[in-house]
């Protein structure tokens, strides 16, 4: 897209274009043209910003979807699209609403490392040990959490444990992760056209992967029935795999591929489903949005490999987030520990020269 679309983009946008380039602002959502909100470190609060008026906003936003390759109207009001920079957008506007709503996920230039995040106690040593060992030895992870809680910022570090010399296939819906390894191949969603032709779905990115002989599948954000096709991939020798979706808790991500994998049309059993997700994942890793703003892992599991008698998961927690409360600045007081549990796979890891450390901690370290 030319410049100067971008600068129309701007140039409509102009009532919250401080915001736009205000880096302590991580969103911007707009309820019609009278009220503004920001959020800062995890908070929200209301800025004294505004558009002249509903047509002013509109306008901003009819642009937003030309430069998005969209239509806004009566018929099609809503859509998902980006600024100039990368940030996220989303529109909804009348009938579907009593307003025109528009909200901005800002695209975050910097790129977050392993020593950040524990550095802003996202999580600890021990766990980013642990993790760095489940990846180097292949274990399949999904990443599990709400809305803006941290998913895309892990996957992104977690792709720095990976050997330069891996091939790497990367597919999302809009990109997202920033991945500085060598050998990346990037594949990306398109929506249909404006005569509902065109569009590539993630499952037919997952097709063409599996012919782009990768090492790693690291898939953005798993949404719908493309969750068969990659338990298909998990389950033929694709070790190593990473990918997001949304849940609270790791045994609801669990549920959450169950009913993905039913939108795929398929008449498979329920135990079936269950039986294959229990062989494909092997860990799952939580992040959520704490009540002081802030943004943690609150628990890794380990998922083993068959069902119970009664056919339900087998999920062994590695680590828990503890919590006291918080402190006198309204700062939550809490640690990811160790539950004292030891992954299935620590003998494998001894034997490729990663230690078990005592099990109070129940964490790898390399050796």
Same mark, same amino acid.
């Given at each position: 897209?030319?410049d100067?679309?971008?600068?129309?983009?701007?140039?409509?946008?102009?009532?919250?274009?401080?915001?736009?380039?205000?880096?302590s602002?991580? &969103?911007?959502?707009?309820?019609?043209?009278?009220?503004?909100?920001?959020?800062? +470190?995890?908070?929200? !609060?209301? /800025?004294?910003?505004?558009?002249?008026?509903?047509?002013?906003?509109?306008?901003?936003?009819i642009?937003?979807a030309?430069?998005?390759?969209?239509?806004?109207?009566?018929?099609?009001?809503?859509?998902?699209?980006?600024?100039?920079?990368?940030s996220? /957008?989303?529109?909804?506007?009348?009938p579907?609403?009593?307003? /025109?709503?528009?909200?901005?996920?800002?695209?975050?230039?910097?790129?977050?490392?392993l020593?950040?995040?524990?550095?802003?106690?996202?999580?600890? &040593?021990?766990?980013a040990?642990?993790?760095?060992?489940?990846?180097?030895?292949q274990?399949?992870?999904?990443?599990s959490?709400?809305?803006?809680?941290?998913?895309?910022?892990?996957?992104? /570090?977690?792709?720095?444990?990976?050997?330069?010399?891996?091939?790497?296939?990367?597919?999302?819906?809009?990109? &997202?992760l !920033?991945?500085?390894?060598?050998?990346?191949?990037?594949? =990306?969603?398109?929506?249909?056209?404006?005569?509902? &032709?065109?569009?590539i779905?993630?499952?037919?990115?997952?097709?063409?992967?599996?012919?782009?002989?990768?090492?790693r599948?690291?898939v953005?954000?798993?949404?719908?029935?493309?969750?068969?096709?990659?338990?298909?991939?998990?389950?033929?020798?694709?070790?190593?795999?990473?990918?997001?979706?949304?849940?609270?808790?790791?045994? !609801?991500?669990l549920?959450?591929?169950?009913?993905?994998?039913?939108?795929?049309?398929?008449?498979i059993?329920?135990?079936?489903?269950r039986?294959?997700?229990?062989?494909?994942?092997?860990?799952?890793? +939580?992040?959520?949005?704490?009540?002081?703003?802030?943004?943690r892992?609150?628990?890794?599991?380990?998922?083993?490999?068959?069902?119970?008698?009664?056919?339900?998961?087998?999920?062994?927690?590695?680590?828990?987030?503890?919590?006291?409360?918080?402190?006198? #600045?309204?700062?939550?007081?809490?640690?990811?520990?160790?539950?004292?549990?030891?992954?299935s #796979?620590?003998?494998?890891?001894? =034997?490729?020269g990663? #230690?078990?450390?005592?099990?109070?901690?129940?964490?790898?370290?390399?050796?």
């Amino acid at each position: 897209m030319s410049d100067l679309y971008a600068d129309s983009v701007l140039f409509h946008l102009r009532p919250i274009q401080a915001l736009i380039e205000d880096d302590s602002v991580s &969103e911007i959502l707009v309820n019609g043209p009278d009220q503004v909100y920001v959020e800062r +470190q995890g908070r929200l !609060q209301q /800025v004294d910003v505004r558009f002249h008026g509903d047509d002013e906003l509109l306008a901003a936003c009819i642009n937003l979807a030309q430069y998005s390759a969209k239509r806004l109207d009566s018929d099609n009001p809503r859509f998902d699209g980006r600024l100039p920079d990368g940030s996220r /957008v989303h529109v909804v506007t009348p009938p579907i609403t009593t307003s /025109v709503h528009l909200a901005i996920r800002k695209f975050q230039d910097k790129r977050f490392g392993l020593k950040d995040l524990i550095g802003l106690g996202f999580l600890t &040593e021990d766990a980013a040990r642990f993790l760095k060992v489940a990846t180097l030895m292949q274990r399949n992870v999904v990443v599990s959490g709400g809305t803006s809680s941290g998913k895309t910022t892990l996957l992104n /570090v977690m792709s720095g444990f990976l050997d330069d010399h891996e091939r790497i296939v990367l597919l999302e819906d809009s990109p &997202e992760l !920033q991945l500085r390894n060598k050998h990346v191949v990037s594949l =990306a969603t398109r929506p249909a056209d404006q005569h509902g &032709e065109g569009a590539i779905t993630m499952r037919e990115l997952l097709h063409s992967t599996l012919r782009l002989r990768p090492d790693r599948i690291l898939v953005g954000e798993v949404r719908g029935p493309e969750a068969l096709d990659l338990l298909n991939a998990l389950n033929s020798g694709h070790g190593g795999t990473m990918t997001s979706l949304h849940a609270n808790s790791p045994t !609801q991500a669990l549920a959450k591929l169950e009913t993905l994998c039913l939108f795929a049309g398929e008449e498979i059993p329920p135990r079936a489903i269950r039986t294959s997700i229990a062989s494909a994942v092997d860990i799952v890793l +939580q992040c959520s949005r704490i009540q002081d703003g802030s943004r943690r892992v609150t628990a890794i599991s380990e998922v083993r490999s068959t069902l119970d008698g009664d056919g339900n998961y087998v999920v062994t927690p590695l680590f828990t987030l503890h919590t006291q409360g918080l402190d006198a #600045f309204g700062k939550l007081i809490g640690r990811l520990q160790g539950s004292g549990n030891l992954p299935s #796979f620590h003998e494998e890891a001894k =034997a490729k020269g990663w #230690f078990v450390k005592p099990i109070a901690y129940g964490v790898l370290e390399e050796g």
